[in-house]
């Protein structure tokens, strides 16, 4: 790995230990942008959709990031922070069969309703 991404790594890591939630917010917004920008590249649409864009940004950022945070600080209290790949599998089928469903459902509201300004 190039010193350039091993740096960029190791401040990463540094703000994830000393502000995880900001830190956790912030990546969930950028990962979230990036893929709506792939999304929209992908399905053709030709200028880009700024304020579809933004608010999803507003999600990720808003309630992705803060929501995984406090997710995971739970699954790590239920499961004493245990790291063997029994546990592990545990905690991730705790989070399928409950917050993925919840997420997903919140997401396509969301996306009807705020972002296309569909109504029921």
Known sequence: MGSIAK????K???QLQQHPLRTKAIM???LTA???IVS???SGIQ???LRRLLLKVILGFAYFGPFGHFLHMQLEKIFKEK???KTVAKKVLVEQLTSAPLNTLLFMIYLGVVIER???
Request: aromatic share 12%.
């Open 7 to 10: 740096q960029g790594l190791k």
């Open 28 to 30: 969930a917004a950028v």
């Open 118 to 120: 569909e109504y029921f």
């Open 40 to 42: 929209q590249k992908l």
């Open 34 to 36: 990036i893929s709506d």
């Open 47 to 49: 200028k880009l959709q």
């Open 12 to 14: 990463f890591m540094l």
């Open 83 to 85: 790291k063997d790949p």
